[in-house]
């Protein structure tokens, strides 16, 4: 069974950071893409961030560009989102997926929800003054 917990969330202001994690299985961790999504309220979910199984190939959407990276660990069974220079229009709650795939790019898993096999419960994430 797929199982994954994220944790990092919280309040922060404005140009703020946090990290948020997943714990996954070993499993998973290697033979799943991991993406990162979000929804806000009266919003759909959406695609943030995607690495692959390999940890070879990442993505991030246009508006997080620059100041969100993805990254595999595997000694720790985690894949984390380090998130910098938070907006206010970051504030979503942040769910981890899971996507296997074998023809897809990285791109193109987070480019739609319809590719996840199993979600997290979320973390909230509020950036507010």
């Known amino acids: 069974q797929v199982q994954l917990v994220e944790s990092g969330g919280g309040l922060v202001q404005p140009g703020g950071s946090l990290r948020l994690s997943c714990a996954v299985s070993?499993?998973?961790?290697?033979?799943?893409?991991i993406g990162w999504f979000r929804q806000a309220p009266g919003k759909e979910r959406e695609g943030v961030s995607c690495?692959?199984?390999?940890?070879?190939?990442?993505y991030y959407e246009d508006s997080v560009k620059g100041r969100f990276t993805i990254s595999r660990d595997s000694a720790k069974n985690t894949v984390y989102l380090q998130m910098n220079s938070l907006k206010p229009e970051d504030t979503a709650i942040y769910y981890c997926?899971?996507?296997?795939?074998?023809?897809?790019?990285?791109?193109?898993?987070?480019?739609?929800?319809?590719?996840?096999?199993?979600w997290g419960q979320g973390t909230q994430v509020t950036v507010s003054s």
């Open positions: 997926a899971t996507i296997f795939v074998t023809d897809k790019t990285t791109a193109a898993i987070c480019g739609t929800t319809n590719l996840v096999g199993s």
């Open positions: 690495i692959s199984s390999s940890g070879g190939s990442a």
């Open positions: 070993e499993f998973t961790l290697n033979h799943y893409a």
